[in-house]
């Protein structure tokens, strides 16, 4: 089978998000998927990645879930609802320096960075985990 074939028939949707659910900084591109989930891509180059993952094959929804984009000085914001990410432009690759979201979490609110632990995280898939099924 011709790997043309198989990205075919292992990927069917359509894994390029809708243009009004993007925005561009530079090398960094942010994607709103859903209020409660955010693509983040940095390339060097400029060339961003659309072809589809396991994880989310389908990008592209009509209509784009809401949000608001704006730039104060050097750092932009995108407000969901529920999520407020803060990007502070021409900083380079994604760091906690430059990057955070915020969001609320059973009542609290909380901030992520890049690189910030997550002990409940198993670092595997959920099949290969024990006494799941499938």
Partial sequence: MSSELFERIRFR???EANPQSIVISENARFTV?????????????????DRGSYAFPT????????????V??????????????CYR????RFTAENLNITFEL????????PGDA??????????TLDQCNG
């Fill in 13 to 15: 949707g359509n894994p």
């Fill in 33 to 49: 998927l859903a209020p409660r989930l955010l693509r983040l891509e940095w390339a060097e180059n400029g060339a961003f990645e």
């Fill in 59 to 70: 990008r592209y929804r009509e209509p784009a879930p809401h949000f608001t984009s704006r």
């Fill in 72 to 85: 104060e000085g050097e750092e932009l914001q995108i407000n969901t609802g529920a999520l407020q990410l």
């Fill in 89 to 92: 432009q021409g900083r380079g």
């Fill in 106 to 113: 059973h009542g609290e609110r909380q901030t992520w960075h």
């Fill in 118 to 127: 997550n002990p409940q995280n198993l670092r595997g898939t959920r099949r």
